[in-house]
């Protein structure tokens, strides 16, 4: 009788503590990053390390993902690669480009997370975080290591349902780059 009693009063401590935001609500956000990013089919991105997702509880929402902003092979030199140099600033050049794209896509998927975990408190945040990859033969200068935005999930829900225009959109994100 003791077990019973116990396996029931188990069972029901662990349901009590059942995060707002489930596990299956954050794989299916994480899907949903690796999809997108992957999808680029103009200019793709390299996923690196797929979409990471977790819950912070009285916080809220954290996904990472690791990319480079260039989807290339590494640079091979040889005596018959001409022009090594100008090829370097090119890649540079085109990522530089890409940085901005990457936070507007980083600002849609956040968005979209609003809306894809209900059981989040509106008060709590999303947080995106992209780890960007160079090459060591990379010229790296105004590029970026991280890129983190963080947003509260209300603002981003009222924002969506008003149809907010992208700068104002862009105006609800903390940004930290390093």
């Known amino acids: 009788m003791k077990p019973l009693l116990l396996i029931g009063i188990a069972t029901l401590c662990f349901a009590a503590s059942e995060p707002p935001v489930s596990l299956t609500a954050l794989k299916s956000m994480e899907g949903s990053i690796n999809d997108r990013i992957r999808s680029s089919i103009a200019d793709p991105y390299d996923l690196l390390g797929t979409a990471r997702g977790t819950y912070l509880e009285g916080y809220g929402a954290v996904f990472t993902v690791q990319v480079n902003l260039v989807l290339l092979p590494a640079l091979r030199v040889s005596p018959f690669t001409p022009n090594v140099d100008k090829a370097i600033v090119e890649v540079h050049d085109h990522k530089v480009r890409k940085v901005e794209a990457l936070k507007a896509t980083m600002r849609e998927l956040m968005t979209d997370a609003s809306k894809s975990l ?57 940004e930290e780059v390093l």
């Open 118 to 174: 209900p059981g989040m408190p509106s008060e709590e945040r999303i947080v995106m975080e992209a780890i960007l990859f160079n090459y060591s033969w990379e010229q790296t200068r105004d590029l970026p290591r991280r890129i983190t935005l963080t947003a509260y999930k209300q603002k981003l829900l009222d924002a969506a349902n008003h149809h907010a225009t992208p700068a104002e959109m862009a105006a609800l994100f903390q």
